[in-house]
């Protein structure tokens, strides 16, 4: 999903391949078709400006190097060559079914679940689209719908994790920020990594699609980063401070307010640690 030119001699230099990625998901080859670019403006961009057929299998796009990645809210989200691991998945769901909320709230949790059994500890989640390591931002999610009518509903599940970012970067907007490699000894191959999150999404969306976000949100509270802590939100003009309650079935997060409990929908808005 993103861009900037630099790679760490200590960084996972072997290339992403598509045959081995297939290669690493075993029985669940056959359900993605996976791609490997050299480069591109973003992943995300490629599925939403050529999106592929509707074959039965699940699509990646994965680059090495991004140009115009991008988060949530028009963020620049920045990557590195080897340093970086940035790719969009596409998911269809049934005819005639609206694309359920929490999108983000899974495809995160898929990724915590991926890295915990790689031996990362700490691992957060913050509402609705990090994934951090004790307070500090490791990955992040940006989920854009497929315009159109008459079309099954489908969503493009962008995620970029840090894995050896190049010393003393800084990234707008993110003064906390971690790679993989502060916090495993060996950093995992490129390859094995996506395939790994990839079985996990593939699971985790498969559980999603069948009960809803109600079937993973106790697992989404239990590492829920901001809980029971004071949060204020931001955006559209205004601000909500509160005690982060977790969130709904739908996905939306709850603060307790002075006033009453609050639902926040996923949108323009960020939160953040009460000051």
Known sequence: MHGKTCLSPSAPDAP???????????????????QVLDECASTNSVLMDATPVDDGRIHVVVAERQ????????????SWPGGSLTFSTLWRFAPGAP???GLSLVAGLAVVRALETLG?????????????????????????LLPGRGRTPAAIVGIGINLHLPTGTQ???????????EHLATLPERNRLLAAILAELYALFDTYAAAGFPALRG????????????????????????????VDDDGALL???????????????SLRAAQ
């Open 16 to 34: 992403l391949n598509a045959a081995a990625i297939l290669q690493q998901l075993g029985t669940l080859a056959g359900t993605f078709d996976v």
């Open 67 to 78: 140009t115009a990645g991008r988060g949530r809210r028009g963020r620049q989200w920045q």
């Open 99 to 101: 694309v359920p909320a």
């Open 120 to 144: 990362v500890q700490g691992l957060q989640l913050k509402w609705p689209n990090d994934v951090l390591v004790n307070g500090h931002k490791l990955a992040g999610i940006l989920v854009e």
């Open 171 to 181: 990234i707008p907007d993110q003064p906390a920020v971690t790679d993989l490699s």
């Open 219 to 246: 697992a989404w509270q239990q590492r829920n980063a901001f809980a029971d802590l004071p949060v204020r939100i931001t955006g559209d003009g205004k601000e909500i401070t509160g005690i982060c309650v977790g």
């Open 255 to 269: 603060l307790r307010t002075a006033e009453g409990q609050v639902r926040i929908l996923t949108g323009e808005v």
